[in-house]
């Protein structure tokens, strides 16, 4: 390797704040579905990181994790998503312009979070629930509402991190 020019095997930015919002996804607790985002601001500067899990100062030990049964007794009404928690887990409220990164497409719920924001642009790596009810929702309010959304394009299938 040439030590007087750059390195040109660098990731780009879109796969850096999407590394950062996968490495987030890895603090869930969530047996099946473990979700990162990580919020961005106009001048590439990282304002927020979330993943998903239990509201502050709720056991994950007692709060069920269960995906089937009656509904009180899954996870679904306890969950906060990883979108929510990194607009919630900002460090400045006004993330006007902003870009969220974030593994899954984002349901309607938390496209209303991101509406309400200010954030202008969503990264998502999967739509895997595209045809469900709530993405379909979601994508009516984004579109609506001007965010725009693209799913991200890379060679990458990897990013390895070493201790």
Known sequence: MDMTTKRLDHISWDEYFMGVALLSSLRSKDPNTQVGACIVNPQKKIVGVGYNGFPIGCS???LPWARVG???????????HAELNAILNSIGRDLSGCTLY???FPC???AKAIIQSGIK?????????HDSD???ASRRMLDTAGVSYTKLETERKELVLHF
């Not at 009656?70 to 906060?80: E, L, M, R």
């Not at 642009?121 to 629930?129: N, P, Q, R």
């Open 60 to 62: 994950d030990d007692v």
């Open 70 to 80: 009656d509904w009180k007794d899954t996870k679904y009404p306890y969950v906060c």
């Open 102 to 104: 974030v593994a899954l």
């Open 108 to 110: 309607n719920e938390c």
């Open 121 to 129: 642009h969503i990264v998502y790596l999967d739509d895997k629930y």
């Open 134 to 136: 709530n993405c379909v």
